[in-house]
């Protein structure tokens, strides 16, 4: 746990909001995540779920949580089933958690060790009357390989063919969507560590820089501040910016090029997502100038337009309509090409292709009901972005939102991303 202790009030609520949601006489079941093989004898760093985490607080493999709202016998109303600590665990893996510790970071009050889980689980299962399993079904997961949850659930089946089985999924997509005041605050968090990895950038890019000295840079700031890469980097220069996934980051950043920089910290699981379009010596061409203002202007009037009520489709539709005016203004399209414009065939696809945001937190791209309006508490990127591989360079600029009742909050409102504002400081660290 690189993160500072979290209050433990955070997943006790979070557990009572899923309870609210059961029906009478419910048993739910969640899983650590498996800790994954590379090759040979080596693994992966674990993994937290983050379904567990969001209703625990706990990052150690092989956990169990176990909630019976409804059991006649109180203990088991609310069980964390944990690895033992044992020596040999101490000395080959390092400390696991106490059933004290477990507690402390849980706020759950029965601890059993993981042995235990097959004669409670069997207890429990003869009681309840609907048993919620929870599986990864998040809208664009690959799901090729079997999850430590999915052999669960197989496994349940099997040994109890009779009871009837609901999917927990629904719920906490439901939940997690909606952000407390804490969780919030975990977000800021790794927002704020984003924000000093990239204004090291802007005095460390140069031409004749490589993209993975760029990406060590930022590795060096996430770290030392308690974080990590949220995802994989995209340190994209001239023409590899048009490449939406590209992140080889292995090309020399030349004078003349943008460098595009899909990056950000994530803090105690919680995630930011930032991109930003820096010119490589500083200064922006005219052409990329109004290239780049174009796509502040959609981000901008994008970020004004999420509000409570308004469908995620909606809004992507209204950022397009934005977007076509502009590329109208750049002379990439015609008013020919505008007229055409339908949902399905938006007139500037070839220029703007991708989604205009997602909703964060525990996930990069966090799960949220698919069918419905923005609520209050919903965090979501706004991402815009123009691609002109013909003359080899791409401006993609996002930041993070907190959406409210009273309208929308820029999380990274503190992060440089006026074109003037960049060049100042790129300007200011070379005198």
Not at 282 to 291: A, C, E, L, M, S
Not at 329 to 356: I, N, Q, S, W
Request: glycine content about 6%; some cysteine; aromatic content about 8%.
């Amino acid at each position: 746990m690189r993160h500072q202790p979290i209050d433990s009030s955070l997943f006790v609520e979070n557990r009572a909001r899923l309870k609210r949601l059961l029906p009478p006489n419910s048993l739910v079941i969640v899983h650590a995540n498996d800790v994954l093989p590379t090759n040979a004898d080596g693994s992966f760093k674990n993994f937290p779920s983050t379904d567990l985490f969001y209703l625990t607080g706990v990052e150690q493999e092989e956990s169990i949580l176990l909630l019976f709202p409804d059991s006649p016998e109180p203990t088991q109303r609310e069980i964390l089933f944990v690895r033992e600590p044992i020596e040999i665990l101490e000395i080959w893996e390092g400390h696991k958690l106490t059933k004290a510790e477990a507690t402390e970071a849980s706020g759950v009050t029965t601890i059993k060790w993981i042995g235990d889980f097959p004669n409670i689980l069997r207890n429990c299962m003869l009681t309840a009357e609907q048993i919620f399993l929870n599986q990864n079904e998040h809208r664009r997961a690959a799901a090729v390989v079997q999850t430590r949850d999915d052999r669960f659930v197989a496994e349940c089946q099997k040994q109890f063919p009779l009871h009837t089985y609901r999917r927990l999924a629904p719920l906490l997509h439901q939940l997690r969507a909606v952000k407390s005041d804490a969780e919030v605050e975990l977000i800021r968090r790794a927002c704020g560590i984003t924000k000093g990895g990239f204004e090291r950038l802007l005095g460390f890019v140069k031409p004749g820089v490589y993209e993975h000295e760029v990406e060590a840079e930022l590795s060096h700031e996430f770290i030392r501040n308690r974080g990590a890469f949220a995802y994989t980097p995209i340190i994209a220069s001239g023409k590899n910016a048009c490449g939406l996934h590209y992140v080889q980051n292995d090309q020399i950043c030349n004078d003349g090029d943008l460098l595009l920089l899909d990056v950000a910290s994530n803090y105690a699981n919680y995630n930011s997502d930032l991109t930003r379009t820096i010119p490589v010596n500083g200064r922006f061409t005219p052409r990329q100038r109004d290239v780049y203002d174009a796509v502040l202007r959609v981000m901008r009037a994008s970020i004004a337009g999420a509000v409570v009520g308004k469908m995620h489709r909606d809004w992507h539709h209204e950022s397009q309509l934005m977007m076509n005016e502009e590329l109208l203004k750049l002379g990439l399209l015609t008013k020919e090409d505008v007229a055409k414009h339908t949902r399905e065939e938006p007139a500037c696809k070839k220029y703007f292709m991708h989604g205009l945001g997602h909703s964060i937190g525990l996930d990069v791209h966090d799960v949220a009901p698919g069918n419905v309006p923005f609520a209050a508490g919903w965090v979501m990127t706004v991402e815009p972005g123009i691609y002109l591989p013909d003359e080899g360079f791409a401006v993609r600029l996002e930041n993070d939102i907190l959406i409210t009742e009273d309208g929308s909050v820029d999380l990274m409102a503190d992060i440089p991303v006026e074109a003037d504002e960049i060049e100042a400081m790129m300007a200011a660290s070379r005198k």
